[in-house]
């Protein structure tokens, strides 16, 4: 839940506009990007990389079982 209001309070800085602006939007946007990314990781690719490799060490474990 933080990373994502983290991602909304950063959006002024990737809208930005007037003195500047070149370099809140340069950094605006790699850290939308960035935070996005590990957003989207922590939400669903550590989840389902832990669920293959519990099914895959229970499979091992029932052959290896007499």
């Known amino acids: 839940m933080s990373e994502i209001s983290f991602i909304l309070g950063i959006i002024p800085l990737v809208m930005a506009s007037g003195a500047g602006m070149f370099g809140q939007r340069s950094l605006g946007i790699t850290v939308f990007g960035g935070m ?22 229970e499979a091992i474990k029932a052959k290896l079982s007499p």
């Open 36 to 57: 996005l990314a590990a957003l989207l990781v922590g939400t669903f690719f550590i989840p389902a990389f832990y669920a293959i490799v519990q099914s895959t060490r």
